[in-house]
């Protein structure tokens, strides 16, 4: 199941085509690292590959597999991921959301009172 643990990156289904090329540039370095045009880099492009692999994975592993959009979020921080609900609005996503006190659940399809 495809999730966000760190951050929501804005245009992240909006503009899900660049971040389909994100995903396939780490793919790209994990093919690297598997036949070996990485041992061929010198030491700093290799450190800066890593870097910017690392930095991917973060922000990208848990959509890695993500072919198409998806047919629903779960939100679970409503007012902290404020952009991700913008961003379902924009596309009709339905969205599921743990909605306290302090958030408003008017832009909630299914809000659930916690």
Same mark, same amino acid.
């Given at each position: &199941? ?7 990156? #804005? #245009? &992240? ?18 093919? &690297?690292?598997?036949? #070996? @045009? ?19 994975? @973060? ?56």
């Amino acid at each position: &199941m495809p999730y966000v643990t760190e951050r929501w990156l #804005g #245009g &992240m289904l909006t503009n899900f085509a660049t971040v389909r090329k994100s995903i396939k540039k780490m793919s790209n370095i994990d093919k &690297m690292q598997k036949d #070996g @045009t990485f041992d061929v880099l010198s030491k700093k492009e290799k450190l800066m590959i890593q870097r910017e692999r690392v930095k991917l994975e @973060t922000l990208l592993g848990g959509i890695a597999d993500l072919n198409r959009l998806p047919a629903a979020l779960f939100i679970v921080d409503v007012k902290k991921e404020h952009i991700a609900v913008s961003e379902a609005l924009k596309l009709n996503i339905p969205t599921f959301a743990m909605v306290d006190t302090n958030s408003d659940p008017t832009n909630i399809d299914f809000p659930n009172p916690c």
